[in-house]
């Protein structure tokens, strides 16, 4: 035992989770910058919708499998943090977890998994637009957002705190006072191992 805490937890945990690829072996060069996953984990990103989301879990130990796919989408996508720090998270937090369940879905989220649509991605607006159109839910998690006009919420800008990275995509939905940067996704980030 006296050995093992010797070792670098970076290497403990290519020991505990060898197959960052998962089963379909993708190469990525997955960031462990973990200022960045501090601001996720924290619901300190600047988008109210992930915030929302991870300020629940925080709270009540339950996120709905939407929130659970968006907040993986942008953890692994959009931050570019490497899946397994957000599943391990997931793994202390949780109520209903259950490891097959939980690394099942952050492989399936970080594009690693099985999915018959490869690069899966949410968009951040077009989630909000869809699952919470009058911000309800972020104001409910995020009470700073109260005093702002409903459509105004999920999209506040100045009013929130600032973005930490900006949006791969923006799913066609972006509006100038939205202040989301416009960025276009790196070609074959994701490639398969030979």
């Known amino acids: 035992m006296e050995g093992l805490l010797q070792i670098p937890f970076s290497k403990i945990w290519e020991l505990h989770f060898p197959l960052r690829g998962g089963p379909r072996k993708v190469v990525s060069k997955w960031s462990q910058d973990q ?5 996720w984990k924290d619901g300190r990103t600047g988008y109210p919708l992930i915030d929302a989301n991870m300020k629940e879990l925080l709270a009540t130990g ?19 943090i490497d899946w397994r720090m957000g599943a391990e998270w997931f793994e202390t937090c949780l109520l209903d977890y259950d490891p097959a369940s939980n690394y099942g879905n952050w492989t399936y989220g970080a594009g690693v998994g099985n999915d018959p649509r490869e690069d899966r991605y949410f968009s951040i607006p077009k989630q909000a637009k869809t699952y919470d159109p009058d911000g309800e839910y972020v104001a409910y998690w995020l009470p700073e957002l109260r005093s702002l006009a409903k459509e105004r919420r999920n999209f506040p800008g100045a009013s929130y705190i600032k973005q930490v990275v900006p949006l791969k995509f923006d799913g066609g939905h972006q509006r100038k006072d939205q202040q989301f940067n416009r960025q276009t996704r790196p070609k074959n980030i994701y490639r398969r191992q030979k």
Request: charge should be positive; charged fraction near 20%; aromatic fraction near 12%.
């Open 62 to 80: 339950f996120m709905s499998n939407r929130g659970r796919q968006i907040v993986c989408s942008f953890l692994v996508r959009d931050m570019g």
């Open 35 to 39: 200022a960045l996953f501090e601001s």
